[in-house]
Nanobody, 121 residues
Framework: QVQLVESGGGLVQPGGSLRLSCAAS????????MGWYRQAPGKQRELVAT???????NYADSVKGRFTISRDNAKKSVYLQMNSLKPEDTAVYYC???????????????WGKGTLVTVSS
C-alpha cells in the first residue's frame, strides 16, 4: 500500500556533501511530519531531523548547522542535504513519515529500508 524509498547514499570523504532523497508512494491521503533517522554500527537508531507539513524543521544537535532538511509536498518527498560530513555521520539513514492511507484512516508511522552513508578517507 504505502512505501518510502530512500536514495542518494554512498561513500564520501570527510568534509564532503551528500543529498538524500525519500519519496512516498501508494494509496496516500495525507502526510504529516516527515524525518530522517540514522543507525550507526553498534548503536541505537537516533533522530537526525524532522520537518512538519508547514516546513518547520527540527535537528539533532550533532547535525545542526551542517544538515538541512526540506520537503516537497507535491512530490510527497523529503530531502536531507548533508554538508561538512564527518566520519561519525557514517550510518544507515532511514526515512520516516506519518501517513494516512486509504487502508488505515488514521496516521501511521512508515519507514524506508534505509540508505547507507559512509564517510571515510
Amino acid at each position: 500500500q504505502v512505501q518510502l524509498v530512500e536514495s542518494g547514499g554512498g561513500l564520501v570523504q570527510p568534509g564532503g556533501s551528500l543529498r538524500l532523497s525519500c519519496a512516498a508512494s501508494g494509496s496516500i491521503i495525507s502526510i504529516d511530519t516527515m524525518g530522517w533517522y540514522r543507525q550507526a554500527p553498534g548503536k541505537q537508531r537516533e533522530l537526525v531531523a524532522t520537518i512538519t507539513t508547514a516546513g518547520t524543521p527540527n535537528y539533532a544537535d550533532s547535525v545542526k548547522g551542517r544538515f538541512t532538511i526540506s520537503r516537497d509536498n507535491a512530490k510527497k518527498s523529503v530531502y536531507l542535504q548533508m554538508n561538512s560530513l564527518k566520519p561519525e555521520d557514517t550510518a544507515v539513514y532511514y526515512c520516516n513519515a506519518a501517513i494516512m492511507s486509504t487502508m488505515f484512516l488514521r496516521y501511521m508511522d512508515y519507514w524506508g529500508k534505509g540508505t547507507l552513508v559512509t564517510v571515510s578517507s
